[in-house]
Every structure is written in structure tokens, then in C-alpha cells.
């Protein structure tokens, strides 16, 4: 049902007339909100192009500030998710596994970090670990606390990916001689990581926004320094800029964010079109049908969960 | 092992605060997060554009910047919320209805266009046919995606302790500052406790998604 | 010389930014021409704590980023304060240059974990010597001594004198800190708000969210000086806060070392200059008399 124009008719003069009101409505309300925010934000001096000016004016080092900011997040985000896809991948191969002795461990990995806060894991990388002599910077502990929660969840959406393969795949392989191993890494994994590639795109966004967890073992990626500087700024000049900041901080994610997701649609259309991974089923479980469709073996349990909202895991945080 | 009966009822209060302020949240956002799902389903255009708007907003921002908004951005549109629970509630169920409102959609889109076409041909209209055929159904569909919502909102809830509320991730801090020569247990306890909600839920969603399956 | 750049910044950024704090100007400036020199003819024995910081050639100094006077980061980035002032002073007498002080950031709830786990060599952070924290760690010092005092808002609405009149009232501090730990034990009555920083409890008061903030006097003065329309300090001072440095547990060589560095100088005025030039310039005070080090 994606076509949603299915739940009511084509309007007609009249309908649409109304619809034209409803919209119009509809549109004047948010206009009328947004005015009266813009209203009281006036009202409080907080519309000031002067306030607004700190910015960009790099006399007072403010965009440098966010600018490189901007860089120690994106820099976290990448390791963690380089590692999280490798030790992900890795994983999901170990819950396939016919060895109970290699599944339950992995199972138990993949279930443990999953049901645990982010921000836990993170403390606990922080502060514990230096304790049993793996001594963590900020940025370690960050990156360690990122990777070992995002590995569990790629492992579950590599795991859908590579049983999402058409079983020919592997039959055709294995009648070729090829031996288990062989299968998994020059036939399966190859092919889930390239028909995963948009939902891997998806959960680096999802990574990106977890790296402002960094604010609670004082890495100064760009939410934490955009609270350094309000504190610095609110000192000097009383809260003078400090919506301005918070403001400039929310944007600068929605900006990367929406760049990312974008690319991940665009990779996802092309993915699509490509005769090398349309050959085999459907391509990305993008909705909860095709998802289901895939059999019992991954509706086994809320894990199966992860693939199952559209173009993104459903495993925010 | 006296440690933890020391602290049991710092922990059991905390505990309670993290569930209620997951339950709370939850609640909020799953009417919040349905409402979206059929904003962005309806034909009236400025609907479906607000709804995407809002949807693809919290989407892209850190939970933790919402909380900084709410709790120190708003007061400069002179709005503020009566407590930092509060605070937390607001935010946590803000951000998560927009998770709740894509899994409800991609419910919506799961089930069968041949339902709603049986539904119009019934006469009936698009409030009727989405509140009576799809909803019901899409729910169903939608129960693992809305779990592991409801999962991921369980564990967001730590991010309230930054935010002034006595949550478990904020008693682990206290008390990993306070016994250091304790650390293990003081994250074996907190730990525990999370799991509790956590696994417990998915043990749950598990048997709920069986027990709804819909036999096509 | 690093300082020198952020000086200019600020003082550019004080052209550009109507209403900036004259007083903030002048601590740049003063910082920019005022430090310590670095010695140069140190030799510690092989495998004491000093030698294998200065074989490293790197202090790692745990400090506060948020507390205008003690530990603030400028718009940089980098850490000022008194507290960044006595680190610079002891790296000084190791004859380590300030480009060899790595500052991390240490909020008042990891700080003891800081030094336990090896993340850093001490912590400048004001940090109050207490029992519970020497059974961890290790402080030398003191090199300044607190009192808890209660800040509200300007006008003191609520008629706030002391302790006694938070009862039934909203109460803002830190996790972790001796002053929450203060009200927690002595005065229940209070409700407790309990932040990571001490920023976010100015927020909270001058948005009218909690009643009153406590924590040392010191910090609060700083934020009354930053926005004295929304601000005012009790100044009633009900507790002794020694500040200390900590040191990692069983590093007397190093708790010795900083404890001569501090008393040299109480002696010949580079304490109360440093003073002068951060704290005091803020809080428009004199240098108070220098405690005594407590070597126990």
C-alpha cells in the first residue's frame, strides 16, 4: 500500500475545495506558531543580527570553534563506524553459524550490547576499563562505546541482509565445491554489504547524533563545545548568545544529516537499478512486508526488529 | 554485597524513575507518533508536509540537543516546563514519535492496498477506512518495529541524567564517584537494571509479535 | 607563546561584541604578560613521579572548563583560571613550557576515577580535600580555602540568609560534589537538583527553575561577577572548602614537590599574582592570606 491515494478518492471540485481550505488552515496555523515564537523571540532582543553575527564572525573564533568541532565528531563517527561495520559483519557470520559454540556467545555479544544505554557503555569504557588496565582518552572511550553498541546492531542488519539473499546463491556455490567459509565471504557477505550499503548509511546518522554522548566524558565534539562556548560567552556577556549557539549546533546535524540521508537514498535507488544486485529477491527490505516476507528464520524475536522501519534501522538512540 | 543492599534504595527509586520516565514518554509519543503517521498519509498537502518536516527534523538531531533546547532554548520564547522530569518526558516523547510515526507508516504501507480499496468500496471515507481497516491492521505489522521503538526509548532515557533527573545512569555516576573501589558492582547493579527493562520488553515484543502474526 | 593569540582574539572579539566585560579584556591581557618562568636547570631522581613526567614531556592536568576564575575555557578553547594557573606554575618548576600541559576536562563527578585510572598526572579542578576523597587519592596543597555559599536570583525574592531557609526549596549543585554531598547530609529539607556542571545550574536560576544554587563561594562570585542583573550572592558562607591538588594514591614525591612549589609561592607573590590576574580580577577582590600546606 504504498500508494496511500488509495484511502480516498480523487477529490472533485468541492473536496477539493475544502482540502484547499484545509491546507490553507492547516498552513496558517504553523505560520501563526512560527510568528509568535519569531514574536517573543523579538521581544527578548534574540533577533539581533549582532547576536547572530558571532557566528560567522571568525574574530571571535566561534566558527573556527564549531568548524573544528564538527571535524572531532565526524572523526568519531568514522572510526566507530569503520570498526562497527567490520566487527558487524564479522558477527552476523557468527550467529549464522551452524556451531552452537560459536552462535551463543555471539548471540549473547549481540543481545547484550544491544540492551544496554548507550551512554552505560560509554561510562563504563570511561571509568572502567582504565581499572582492568585498558587506559581510554575521551576519544577512546567514545569510539570504543560507539563500536561496541553499533557492531551489535549491523550484526542484526547484516544478518537479515545475507539471509535475505536468494538461496540460489549459495546452492549454486556450494554445487560449485566451494567450501562454507568460501560461500559466506566471496559469495553472501559481498552481496549483503552491497544491498545493506543505504541502511549502512542510514545507521552512520544514527552514529553521528550518538557521538554528542561524548559531552559526559568531556570529548569536546560540536554539541559539548557549542556548550563550552555558550558557558564561555555567558560569563563574559551574561546569555547573550546562548540560543544562537544551541540553534547553530542543531542545524549543523540536521544539515550533515539530511546530506547523509539523501546519499543513502541516492545509493539506494542505485542499488536498485544495478543488474548486479538485482539478480537475486527483492532489494532492501525497505518495509515491514518484504521484511516478513523473508521467512521465519529473522521474524525469530524482536531482533528481526532492526531492518524493519523503512530506509533506517529502527534502532535509534 | 552489603554495598548494593546499602544502596538498594537509591537504586530501586532510580530504577522506578528511568521506567516511568520510559513509560510516560512512550505513551506520549505513541498517540503523538500515530497522529504524525496519519498526517503523512492524509490529503491534505499541508499536513503531509508539516508531518514530514517534523519527522525528518527529529530524525536528524541528537536527542541531546532536543533536551538542551527544552530545557534551556525555550525560555527564550518564554515557554518552560514546570520540572526537569518534565523536561525529560517532553523531550523523549518529541523525538521518539518520530520514530514511532515511521514505524507506524511503513505499518500502514504493509498493509494490503487491496483492504483499503475494500474499505473505499464500502463507502467508507478516509478517516473511516484509516481508523477502522488499516490502523488495526497496521498495528499488528508494526508491533516489532514499535519494540524496538519502545527498546531504544528505554535506554534514551539515560540522557536525562545529564538533564537534573535522578535516573540510573545518574545514581551510576554517583556512585561510581563515590565508591571507585566498587566499580564493578556499582555497573553490575545499574547494568542489571537496565536489562531488566530491556530484555524483559524483548522477551515480550517476542511473544506479542507470534501471537499477532497475521496469517496471509 | 600561545596565551598571547587567544588574547588578541578576545580583545578582537571585544571590538566586535557590544557589551563586553571589561574585566574579561583585562584578564587576557594580564595572563598575556604575566607567567611563570620556566626553570631550567631540574633534575629529579630517576624513577620518581617528577622525572617520569618530565621523561613524558607532557603534564596531564585534569581542570574545570566552566568555572569563570578557576577553570573556564576562552573562546579558543583553552582552559583559564587560578586553578590553570597553579598547574602552569608547577609545570613551570618541572621545567616544562605551558605547551607541555595537556588540560582535560574533569567535571566534578569523575575526578577521583581521573587519577585512580592514570588519565591524568593531577588535578587543579577546585577539588576539596575531604577523607572520603584521600582514601582514593592524594592532595597536596591546600592553595586556597572555600566556604559553600548560596547564590539566588538579583533581589534575593525568596529572602535566602542561609542553609537553614533552603527548606521546601529548589536547590541547584553539581553530582558528585561536596556541596550537594553538604545539603544532602545536613540540611534534607532542601530539594536537590543535581547537574554535570555548574553552568547548567546558573541556567536554571537565572530561567527561574530552582531557588538557589549552592557550591563554594569562589565559583559563585565568578558567575554573579559574569551577570550580576540576574544574580546575587547570600555571602554567607557555612562550610571550609580547602583546595587541594590531587595526586594519584601513594605519589608523595609528587605531593611533595607541588607542596614546595605552592609554600615558594606564598613567599615570593607569584600565589597572589596569579591571583590577581584571574579570581581577583573577576571578583574585583585582593588576595586573600595564603593558607597553610597541610603535608599529613
Not at chain 1, 482540502?19 to 523571540?41: E, H, K, P, T
Request: glycine share 8%.
Amino acid at each position: 500500500m504504498s500508494d496511500s491515494r488509495v484511502l480516498f478518492d480523487l477529490p472533485g471540485p468541492r473536496a477539493r475545495r475544502r482540502q484547499r481550505l484545509g491546507s490553507l488552515l492547516g498552513a496558517l496555523l504553523v505560520l501563526v506558531l512560527i510568528g509568535l515564537a519569531l514574536w517573543r523571540l523579538g521581544i527578548n532582543g534574540q533577533l539581533e543580527p549582532e547576536r547572530w553575527a558571532i557566528l560567522f564572525d571568525p574574530a571571535t573564533n566561534v566558527p573556527q570553534r564549531l568548524l573544528e568541532a564538527l571535524g572531532n565528531t565526524l572523526e568519531v563517527a568514522a572510526v566507530g563506524m569503520v570498526a562497527a561495520t567490520a566487527l558487524g559483519a564479522l558477527l552476523a557470520v557468527g550467529r549464522l553459524s551452524e556451531h552452537a559454540w560459536v552462535r551463543v556467545p555471539v548471540v549473547t555479544v549481540i543481545e547484550f550490547f544491544r540492551a544496554v544505554p548507550l551512554l552505560v557503555l560509554i561510562l563504563f569504557c570511561f571509568l572502567f576499563l582504565p581499572q582492568v588496565g585498558v587506559s581510554l582518552s575521551a576519544f577512546g572511550a567514545l569510539a570504543l562505546g560507539l563500536t561496541l553498541y553499533n557492531m551489535a546492531v549491523l550484526a542484526e542488519i547484516f544478518r537479515a541482509g545475507i539471509l535475505s539473499i536468494d538461496r540460489g546463491q549459495s546452492e549454486a556455490a556450494y554445487g560449485l565445491g566451494l567450501r562454507k567459509w568460501q560461500v559466506m565471504t566471496f559469495i553472501l557477505v559481498p552481496q549483503a554489504v552491497r544491498r545493506m550499503l543505504p541502511v549502512l548509511i542510514a545507521q552512520l546518522v544514527v552514529l553521528l547524533k550518538d557521538s554528542s554522548l561524548g559531552f559526559i566524558v568531556g570529548y569536546l565534539e560540536l554539541l559539548r563545545t557549542s556548550r563550552s562556548l555558550v558557558e564561555t560567552l555567558n560569563f563574559s556577556f551574561g546569555p547573550r548568545y546562548t540560543f544562537q549557539l544551541y540553534v547553530a549546533a542543531g542545524l549543523i546535524y540536521i544539515v550533515v544529516n539530511v546530506l547523509l540521508s539523501q546519499l543513502a537514498k541516492f545509493v539506494e535507488s542505485r542499488t536498485r537499478r544495478s543488474p548486479r544486485t538485482t539478480g537475486t529477491a527483492d532489494a532492501v527490505p525497505t518495509g515491514a512486508a518484504s521484511a516478513s516476507a523473508l521467512g521465519p528464520a529473522i521474524s525469530a524475536g524482536p531482533a528481526s526488529a532492526v531492518v524493519l522501519s523503512p530506509g533506517r534501522p529502527g534502532e535509534e538512540s | 554485597m552489603s554495598f548494593l543492599a546499602d544502596n538498594f534504595p537509591l537504586l530501586r527509586d532510580a530504577f522506578l524513575t528511568t521506567l516511568s520516565l520510559a513509560v510516560l514518554s512512550g505513551l506520549v509519543a505513541l498517540v503523538l507518533g500515530t497522529v504524525l503517521a496519519a498526517m503523512r498519509v492524509s490529503p491534505i498537502a499541508a499536513l503531509r508536509g508539516l508531518a514530514t518536516f517534523y519527522v525528518e527534523t527529529f530524525r536528524n538531531t541528537p536527542l541531546t540537543v532536543v533536551f538542551f533546547f527544552l530545557a534551556f532554548g525555550i525560555v527564550y520564547i518564554d515557554l518552560q516546563f514546570p520540572s526537569r522530569f518534565i523536561t525529560a518526558v517532553a523531550a523523549l516523547s518529541l523525538y521518539t514519535a518520530a520514530f514511532v510515526c515511521e514505524a507506524v507508516r511503513s505499518g500502514i504501507n504493509a498493509v494490503p492496498p487491496g483492504q483499503a480499496e475494500a474499505a473505499r468500496a464500502i463507502g467508507l471515507d478516509f478517516r473511516q477506512s484509516l481508523s477502522t481497516v488499516v490502523l488495526p491492521q497496521a498495528f499488528r505489522t508494526v508491533v516489532p518495529p514499535l519494540g524496538s521503538v519502545w527498546i531504544a526509548l528505554a535506554k534514551n532515557t539515560s540522557i536525562a541524567a545529564g538533564f537534573a533527573v535522578t535516573d540510573l545512569t545518574a545514581v551510576l555516576q554517583r556512585l561510581a564517584n563515590a565508591n571507585a573501589d566498587q566499580l564493578a558492582m556499582v555497573f553490575i547493579a545499574v547494568v542489571a537494571a537496565y536489562l531488566l527493562i530491556t530484555l524483559t520488553s524483548a522477551w515480550l515484543i517476542g511473544i506479542l509479535e507470534r501471537r499477532l502474526a497475521i496469517v496471509r | 607563546m600561545r596565551i598571547t593569540r587567544y588574547a588578541a582574539a578576545l580583545a578582537a572579539a571585544g571590538v566586535v561584541l557590544a557589551g563586553c566585560s571589561s574585566d574579561a579584556g583585562e584578564t587576557a591581557d594580564d595572563a598575556a604578560d604575566n607567567t611563570a618562568a620556566v626553570a631550567t636547570d631540574v633534575e629529579f631522581e630517576p624513577g620518581s613521579t617528577m622525572a617520569e613526567i618530565v621523561e613524558a614531556g607532557e603534564l596531564r592536568v585534569g581542570t574545570k572548563i566552566d568555572q569563570p576564575g578557576f577553570g573556564l575555557a576562552n573562546t579558543a578553547g583553552d582552559p583559564e583560571g587560578f586553578d590553570v594557573e597553579m598547574a602552569k606554575l608547577i609545570a613551570a618548576k618541572m621545567g616544562l613550557t605551558e605547551d607541555q600541559i595537556t588540560f582535560t576536562e574533569t567535571v566534578s563527578a569523575n575526578r577521583e576515577p581521573f587519577l585512580q585510572n592514570d588519565q591524568v598526572d593531577m588535578v587543579a579542578a577546585t577539588y576539596t580535600i575531604n577523607d572520603a576523597r584521600k582514601q582514593v587519592i592524594d592532595f597536596a596543597g591546600p592553595y586556597y580555602v572555600a566556604g559553600q555559599d548560596i547564590m539566588v536570583a538579583a533581589g534575593n525574592p525568596e529572602g535566602i540568609e542561609g542553609p537553614e531557609d533552603l527548606a521546601g526549596k529548589t536547590v541547584c549543585s553539581v553530582e558528585g560534589s561536596t556541596p550537594a554531598e553538604t545539603i544532602r547530609s545536613e540540611y534534607p529539607e532542601a530539594e536537590l537538583v543535581l547537574y554535570d556542571v555548574y553552568s547548567k545550574c546558573a541556567d536554571d536560576l537565572r530561567n527561574g527553575n530552582v531557588t538557589a544554587v549552592t557550591t563554594d563561594n569562589v565559583i559563585l562570585t565568578s558567575f554573579v561577577a559574569g551577570d550580576p542583573e540576574s544574580f546575587e550572592l547570600v555571602g554567607n558562607p557555612f562550610t571550609e572548602e580547602p583546595y587541594g591538588i590531587g595526586v594519584q594514591k601513594g605519589a608523595d614525591d609528587f605531593r611533595d614537590f607541588i607542596n614546595d612549589v605552592l609554600e615558594e609561592s606564598f613567599e615570593d607573590g607569584t600565589w597572589a599574582e596569579a591571583w590577581d590576574r584571574t579570581a581577583g580580577a573577576i571578583t574585583d577582590t585582593e588576595a586573600p592570606e595564603p593558607p597553610t600546606v597541610d603535608r599529613y
